[in-house]
């Protein structure tokens, strides 16, 4: 079964450095999402992806982050400067369409650890 | 602001059947409602979706009532290995902004 693949698995990062978290959606899927997970709390969206442009972002998404789809099959997330308060796992999900509800597919996460 | 809230755990024995119910009281009107499960260190993984009244799978059911505003898991005989967290899926009304459920720890003792 096709897999949504994540690197790296873990990234330990000096604060207020950049970092890029990348992820290889499944190979149809044409929406992408970043969501987190600080540890111990339920998973929060941080930002949906479709047709190379963002449709929708949380409150958490401010100017510090940014995703790109570089080519046709990487996504990528980027914290500019990250803060201590970054330090969570990063799930990278994909869907085929979400107009007809097809269930998001989630990679198995970036441990991103600011020091 | 949508509110998507679970039990925290429960826990329940092998063999039983388990329900964890979800209450989404602000869900985007056209939007599906899914049910994750999620090991620790791993990814949530797709156990079920629907949109209203029942649906069954292969591992769970989703009872869905008609005001849409919760949602049940229904997991037959479970086992030790369905030791996880549970968690709701579903959209902010008016957007395609997702709101995962608290979560509930689920623990199936022996």
């Known amino acids: 079964e096709p897999e949504v693949t994540q690197t790296p698995s873990h990234q330990v990062t000096q604060m207020g450095q950049e970092v890029i978290l990348r992820c290889v959606p499944i190979s149809n899927h044409l929406y992408f999402y970043w969501y987190r997970q600080i540890l111990g709390q339920k998973v929060e969206f941080l930002v949906s992806?479709?047709?190379?442009?963002?449709?929708?972002k949380s409150e958490i998404f401010d100017d510090q982050f940014s995703v790109e789809r570089p080519d046709g099959s990487n996504f990528t997330l980027k914290i500019r400067s990250t803060k201590l308060e970054d330090s969570a796992m990063y799930f990278c999900?994909?869907?085929?369409?979400?107009?007809?509800?097809?269930?998001?597919?989630f990679g198995d996460g970036t441990r991103l650890s600011i020091l | 602001l949508a509110k998507t809230t679970q039990p925290i755990s429960m826990d329940s024995y092998e063999g039983q059947e388990v329900n964890i119910t979800c209450s989404h009281n602000?869900?985007?009107?056209?939007?599906?409602i899914t049910w994750y499960q999620q090991f620790p260190s791993q990814g949530p993984r797709f156990i079920i979706q629907g949109y209203k009244t029942k649906v069954t799978n292969e591992v769970a059911s989703l009872f869905i009532p008609a005001d849409r505003k919760s949602s049940t898991l229904s997991l037959p005989r479970v086992s030790l290995s369905d030791t996880a967290v549970y968690y709701c899926?579903?959209?902010?009304?008016?957007?395609?902004?997702?709101?995962f459920g608290t979560g509930t720890r689920l623990k199936v003792l022996a």
């Open positions: 999900a994909s869907t085929t369409d979400r107009e007809d509800n097809q269930p998001q597919h």
């Open positions: 899926l579903v959209a902010t009304s008016g957007t395609y902004k997702y709101i």
């Open positions: 602000n869900i985007a009107t056209n939007d599906y």
């Open positions: 992806f479709y047709n190379n442009e963002i449709s929708e």
